[in-house]
């Protein structure tokens, strides 16, 4: 049965998902279209949005003959991944960390951060929660604020 979900997450949404620990209340926004997925562990109410990328940074010392860096990601609890992300190598994502779109982490985050750039971070404000939240913004909102920035930009062209 997995090699059949494996195939079809591969074939309907070109997402791959290799996880050696996954939780199974883990979500993925827009299907997680565009995803490759290699983790060492991805722990409760992750939520990975579209174009994410969670796997290894190897490089191999041809000095001594050895790999180096060996490992993929573990990430936290509660962590949201935006769309894009890339998180590399042997690190760990702290939880309730927001991991913001197009960012490149390769190293460790700490717990309650937004992580952006590359590899940069600051602490997360406890009063907000960013990109997503179960109380979700109604659709006609975001059609009403679309529309009023709509007629601004063709008031100004």
Not at 42 to 62: D, M, R
Not at 81 to 101: C, F, M, Q, R
């Amino acid at each position: 049965m997995k090699v059949i979900a494996k195939n079809l997450l591969e074939k309907l949404y070109c997402c791959e998902i290799n996880c050696t620990e996954i939780d199974k209340s883990v979500l993925f926004a827009h299907h997680g279209r565009g995803c490759t997925i290699v983790a060492s562990k991805i722990c409760e109410n992750v939520i990975i949005f579209q174009n994410v990328s969670i796997g290894t940074n190897l490089k191999y010392n041809k000095i001594n003959n050895l790999w180096e860096n060996i490992g993929c990601p573990i990430i936290g609890k509660n962590v949201i991944i935006a769309d894009g992300a890339k998180i590399l190598g042997p690190v760990i994502i702290g939880e309730n960390t927001v991991v913001g779109a197009g960012s490149i982490i390769t190293k460790n985050i700490p717990a309650n951060s937004i992580a952006y750039g590359i590899n940069k971070f600051k602490p997360k404000d406890e009063n907000y929660d960013l990109i997503f939240n179960l109380n979700m913004v109604n659709p006609e909102e975001i059609i009403k604020a679309n529309n009023k920035l709509i007629a601004k930009f063709k008031e100004n062209n």
